[in-house]
């Protein structure tokens, strides 16, 4: 968070594909991705350690997470993007989304959009995931209300429904 | 003559598993946090911090960073101290001891020195760096005891022997007891220093409007906030507007005043909105865990009786009061546990010490005397040969036993919740076979804790023309779902439906007084007060509705929102057709709680009376497994189970009771503050780790019991388990390995060091 | 003031990265790079993205090696195939570093140029001997990764340089096993407080072939070949590992932080040294 010459970085024009839709804007050499997010509007992603610890700046990047808050917008030109808010679609919660809803996954929430785009991206890359295995994706989003429990629960719901032969939207 | 309803049914919504109320935002991430508050032309704040423990302030040139770009001010104590317009500058709830900006002297690393103040975050930065303070080192005192002690420095002038705190309670004669006993066991537990880790920083913005200052913070106590500002800045209270929006946690991080003095002085001098959010570091330099060594000292008969306890209980200060004075008296009356003690004597103290100031910590003075006492209660159990869990129904607090405050107890459930937590985890089952190099055991815990005494909550309840209900408490949603909770319980009191009830977010120029959302207490205090308005507005909307229907108010009967005729049940009329009728947009009403002043505090020096209005309770037991070659501690089951007397929303009881053991886990096994001359050390979430989903026992359950009366008294749940789980952890590892550890945390270190000693090898 | 160039070839990498040998910094994944940016430790007036070398990423099984490209992820690495099969203890090392955000972004290249001594695939790469190809604008060497980490977040690699490349020598007839210990003190998500990877080839039942490296205890990972010859031409029995165990324990001087004092990480480098021997010695 310091730079030592006072001189502002040099600013580019950049094109963001957030949530599919293409962005405009200018964004410094220096800028962190979550600090362009956030400008955009989209406040699901925040940040919490500053050091890529605690998952709450997780975004998807082509599909895989990432933390925003040690991503440099400016290398992620020509990347997919998506956030908490791309997952809902024509005004409906995604499967994982659902599932967080129904199985109550959520006390204060500031860490929860960084745990469903997680949840989200191992079921997508891992078709046969099992609950241990999305537990272990899981290590690095931190909670401190202590909400795993049910995160879990939600997470147990959508690989058993996965197995009985759905798949995650 | 026919039985009446005067008063509603219940709708059944208390009780009820509700989800919260803005659930869908909170899982897609478009919930709004103050971190996401911005107002016009805002400009934004930096804070410059001292290195040193203690220091003169001897210089601060500013010239260098006011010449930067983007920059509008450089502000230090002096500007402030200076200014007419903040004629109080000093705040702090227990004593004004604290300046928005070091005055004279810094008193601990991370004191505030200077405020940047720019046009935008990163011009900010930029200036902080030129800022250049002088200081001249002092001598520091990082150790409560060593600040006690004489010739100690002296860190506040008006208390030369840096006292923070100093209150005794006695029962009984000590010295009889202690004669009587059989044996006599006697320890020193250490508690270190935490952090809270709330995961949305302390963040403020501050506006003045001429007179009128708006201040929005993420912070727990919004209407003491207003108190302060108010009178730092010589305001009538009406003038400050403090707003929050739910918090992204608090667990005692935000409580009592941290940023908002700073923000608003800056946003005075400067003439423009000022924003200011911490970085994680700051938050670490900002409130911390009170470290605490408790001294215990028990006699007891052969058979297990408790006959006598003396306990010296000190913590550090830091280099703020905070709330020290009065959380130190809090300390006492929880220390003895649940336990009936006929004679015992307890003194507490504080002392300032150059460190992070202390505030609260989710389960608050509480957990340090807990792991204290319940680690103390096993060490008596192992000298005399008993089980943990024998000796503990011997001696717990049964109704109507007397405490050690002198009140007599009531409504009090401890033996229910060790045999609850007991067999949640299979105490008396077999151990099965054990893997080589590992070993198992299993310990308990069980707590109490009372009540802020004296605290205040005020409601409004009102009915609008459509029927809807909307409730104005300046109680907090920090993830404890309160104000789905408050409408819970407004709904059940005006028998209407939970979807039709909206609680707003705390705003103090709408919503009453509230003292804090803290100590467990907002269902019972902000819940007897919405219980209050709720019954006026019943009445009030009785006599409307009798008038309009032509019936005297004992002929009407109350249904589901609507006003009917007792006799036969027609002219059914809803509320917000009475209210229409009756010519009104609205029809509110108030209600208040506050808690009897503690009149046990009265001497500070001798406690005694009612110390809580009632006491909270939660126990807790595991089952661990050491790797007895690492020393490593692996929580395999942990049942937690608190008093909730009754429940408003099961989840949200569960979420309290269990996130309450994963936090506690922290602190029992690896959270510490860690300091070397004077500074901490470790002030990130790399070099301080908080539990993570792995951390989370395999098997983990938790109870919350309940009366068996329709309206029993709400026991708030926010903080039971967490004060049980570091003693059940310490227990366990004493059965387990023989090793006794007296020192938080459990780090695998401490144990391998003990299993040494405990096996005489030591390389 | 920091700028952000984007070079499409290594040569206008070098020759960035020399024009400015002090404030250019190469940038992979960024995620040690940014994090100390973050932190203030350092302020690089020019970043030199590495993103559009392509070329530099994948895994590619040769004669005798595997050649995994400098900007392949640690991700990559960990499910790779070809690395399962053939150096299962990299994998494993690469699947453990911090969390999943961070593997996605990490590179292997970036892995070695920081030389954090708490991290895991150094410990592995050293034990396998691996070399990295290092490309300046002059000049390439190759250069083993033992030589290449030389302290506390340091390395030998010119300003000008950068990692293009990592290769492991894979096993010949030999039959090869290999395990990787991460050993965290505190909570699972923690930085190790020892690290231990152990590789031993055997021919006939007896060790042909044997590295044991210690990592996260001191700056640089330490190896001590001189410590594990009593093991050649032996089976690999339990005498033999508990001596290799304590000696290597007495040989390192471990430095102290909040994981861990100098005495644990004796007492663990000892106990972790001794389960990875006895894991690859069992059948």
């Known amino acids: 968070m310091t730079v030592d010459d006072s001189q502002d970085s040099p600013v580019a024009h950049m094109r963001l594909s957030v949530n599919g839709v293409h962005r405009d804007i200018e964004v410094p050499d220096d800028e962190a991705?979550?600090?362009?997010?956030?400008?955009?509007?989209?406040?699901?992603?925040?940040?919490?350690?500053?050091?890529?610890?605690?998952?709450?700046?997780?975004?998807?990047?082509d599909g895989m997470v990432a933390s925003s808050c040690l991503l440099l917008t400016r290398q992620v030109s020509g990347c997919e993007l998506v956030t908490s808010e791309g997952l809902v679609e024509d005004g409906a919660l995604s499967e994982v989304q659902q599932a967080f809803l129904d199985h109550r996954a959520y006390q204060c929430s500031f860490c929860i959009p960084g745990m469903v785009l997680t949840v989200d991206a191992c079921l997508r890359s891992h078709p046969s995931a099992t609950v241990s295995d999305v537990r272990e994706y899981l290590s690095g989003n931190l909670c401190r209300c202590g909400t795993y429990p049910s995160i879990l629960e939600a997470v147990h719901a959508l690989v058993a429904a996965r197995t009985a032969g759905g798949d995650v939207r | 003559m026919t039985s009446i309803n005067m008063t509603p049914q219940p709708t059944g919504a208390v009780g009820v598993d509700h989800p919260m109320q803005d659930a869908v935002d909170r899982v897609v991430g478009s919930i709004r946090f103050t971190i996401d508050h911005e107002v016009g032309g805002m400009a934004h704040a930096r804070v410059i911090r001292s290195p040193f423990p203690h220091a003169r302030l001897t210089g601060i040139d500013v010239k260098g960073a006011l010449a930067l770009p983007g920059v509008l001010a450089v502000l230090t104590g002096e500007d402030i101290v200076g200014d007419e317009r903040i004629p109080n500058p000093c705040f702090g709830v227990a004593r004004r001891d604290q300046w928005p900006l070091a005055v004279g002297k810094v008193r601990y690393a991370g004191d505030p020195v200077a405020l940047v103040v720019a046009d935008t975050e990163r011009h900010a930065d930029a200036a902080?760096?030129?800022?250049?303070?002088?200081?001249?080192?002092?001598?520091?005192?990082?150790?409560?005891?060593?600040a006690a002690r004489e010739g100690a420095p002296v860190i506040h002038e008006e208390w030369p022997r840096n006292e923070c705190g100093s209150w005794a309670l006695h029962h009984g004669d000590v010295e009889e007891g202690f004669a009587q006993a059989d044996r006599i066991v006697e320890s020193v537990y250490t508690s270190p220093s935490a952090n809270p880790v709330p995961l949305e920083p302390h963040v403020a913005v501050a506006q003045w409007n001429d007179q009128l200052l708006q201040v929005w913070s993420s912070t727990q106590w919004p209407s003491i906030v207003r108190r302060e500002l108010a009178h730092m800045f010589g305001l009538a209270e009406h003038l400050v507007e403090v707003r929050t929006y739910p918090l992204g946690g608090g667990f005692g991080a935000k409580g009592q005043v941290k940023i908002e003095p700073l923000v608003a002085s800056a946003a005075r001098i400067v003439g423009v909105p000022v924003r200011l959010e911490l970085d994680r570091d700051e938050v670490f330099l900002t409130v911390a865990k009170h470290p605490a060594t408790i001294r215990v000292k028990s006699g007891v008969k052969r058979d297990g009786t408790f006959v006598a306890r003396d306990m010296e209980l000190v913590y550090a200060a830091g280099a703020y009061a905070v709330t020290s004075p009065s959380g130190t008296g809090n300390a006492l009356v929880r220390a003895p546990g649940p336990y009936r003690i006929p004679n015992i004597r307890i003194t507490s103290q504080a002392y300032y010490t150059n460190t992070v100031p202390g505030g609260s910590f989710r389960g608050a003075f509480t957990n340090q005397v807990a792991f204290a006492y319940e680690s103390h209660v096993d060490e008596i159990a192992s000298e005399l040969g008993m089980d943990p869990m024998m000796l503990r129904m011997k001696n717990l607090l049964r109704d109507g036993d007397t405490y050690a405050t002198g009140e007599a107890m009531h409504d009090v459930h401890f033996e229910e919740l060790v045999v609850n937590v007991a067999e949640g985890i299979g105490w008396d089952e077999a151990q099965p076979p054990m893997a080589p190099g590992r070993l198992r055991a299993k310990g308990l815990a069980v707590i109490l804790k009372s009540t802020p005494t004296p605290s205040r909550s005020e409601a409004r309840v009102e009915i609008g023309g459509d029927g809807h209900v909307t409730v104005y408490s300046s109680a907090v949603d920090m993830g404890q779902g309160a104000s789905s909770t408050l409408a819970q319980l407004a709904a059940e009191f005006l028998g209407v439906r939970y979807a039709d009830v909206r609680v707003v977010d705390p705003d103090t120029s709408t919503t009453p007084f509230d003292t804090m959302t803290a100590g467990s207490r907002t269902t019972f205090s902000s819940g007897s007060a919405i219980r209050q308005a709720c019954a006026a507005l019943i009445e009030a909307i009785g006599e409307l509705g009798a008038d309009q229907l032509g019936l005297s108010p004992a002929e009407l009967a109350h249904d589901e929102g609507h006003v009917v005729a007792a006799m036969d049940g027609s002219h059914r009329r809803s509320y917000g057709e009475v209210i229409v009728a009756a010519g009104l947009s609205?029809?509110?009403?108030?209600?208040?709680?506050?808690?009897?002043?503690g009149g046990a505090f009265k001497d500070p020096l001798d406690v005694k009376g009612m110390a809580s209005i009632h006491w909270h309770q939660g126990a807790a037991a595991v089952e661990i497994e050491v790797d007895i070659e690492t020393g490593r501690v692996i929580v395999l089951r942990c049942h937690g189970a608190s008093w909730a007397g009754r429940i408003v929303n099961p989840t949200r009881v569960r979420q309290q009771n269990e996130g309450n053991i994963i936090f506690g886990i922290g602190p029992a096994l690896f959270e510490q503050l860690e300091m070397e001359s004077g500074q901490v050390i470790n002030p990130n979430m790399s070099d301080y780790m908080i539990p993570s989903i792995l951390d989370v026992p395999e098997h983990m359950t938790s109870t919350a019991l309940v009366s068996s009366e329709a309206d029993a008294e709400l026991h708030g749940v926010g903080e039971m388990t967490i004060p049980a789980v570091a003693p059940a952890i310490a227990n366990a590892v004493f059965r387990a390995t023989g090793v006794r550890i007296r020192?938080?945390?459990?780090?695998?270190?401490r144990v391998l060091r003990g299993l040494r000693s405990v096996e005489g090898k030591d390389r | 003031m920091t700028r952000f160039v984007e070079p499409l070839t290594i040569e206008e990498a070098c020759s960035a990265l020399a024009a400015d040998p002090w404030g250019a910094k190469a940038l992979a994944g960024g995620t040690a790079l940014v994090l100390m940016m973050r932190q203030g430790l350092v302020n690089p007036k020019t970043l030199v993205s590495l993103g559009a070398l392509q070329h530099l990423r994948g895994i590619e099984a040769e004669d005798g090696f595997i050649r995994i490209g400098a900007r392949t992820t640690l991700n990559e690495v960990a499910v790779s195939p070809i690395v399962s099969a053939l150096s299962p203890s990299l994998a494993a090392a690469c699947s453990l570093v911090g969390n999943i955000r961070i593997r996605n972004l990490a590179t292997l290249g970036g892995n070695l140029a920081e030389a954090d001594y708490a991290s895991d695939p150094p410990s592995v790469l050293v034990g396998m001997d691996a070399t990295c190809i290092v490309q300046g604008s002059s000049a390439q060497r190759i250069v083993p990764v033992g030589e290449l980490i030389t302290g506390f977040y340091s390395t030998s690699l010119a300003p000008d340089e950068i990692i293009t490349a990592v290769l492991l020598p894979v096993?010949?007839?030999?039959?090869?096993?290999?395990?990787?210990?991460?050993?965290?003190?505190?909570?699972?998500?923690?930085?190790?407080?020892?690290?231990?990877?152990?590789?031993a080839d055997f021919n006939a039942g007896v060790v042909a072939h044997l590295s044991v490296v210690v990592g996260a205890v001191a700056e640089v990972p330490q190896r001590f070949d001189e410590l594990v010859t009593p093991a050649i031409g032996r089976p690999l029995d339990q005498q033999t590992v508990s001596e290799i165990a304590g000696a290597y324990a007495a040989a390192i001087d471990p430095m102290e932080d909040a994981r861990g004092s100098a005495w644990y990480r004796r007492q663990v480098t000892e106990v972790f040294i001794r389960r990875a021997l006895e894991e690859v010695a069992s059948p």
């Open chain 2, 586 to 597: 609205s029809l509110s009403r108030e209600g208040v709680f506050q808690s009897e002043s």
């Open chain 2, 743 to 749: 020192d938080l945390p459990l780090t695998a270190e």
């Open chain 3, 171 to 199: 096993a010949g007839d030999a039959h090869r096993r290999s395990s990787y210990k991460k050993y965290v003190s505190r909570s699972s998500e923690d930085r190790p407080c020892v690290g231990v990877a152990v590789m």
């Open chain 2, 128 to 146: 902080a760096i030129a800022v250049r303070v002088d200081y001249d080192e002092l001598p520091y005192v990082v150790d409560a005891a060593e």
């Open chain 1, 33 to 61: 991705l979550v600090t362009s997010l956030r400008k955009l509007g989209f406040t699901s992603v925040r940040a919490a350690c500053g050091i890529g610890m605690c998952g709450t700046c997780t975004v998807q990047v």
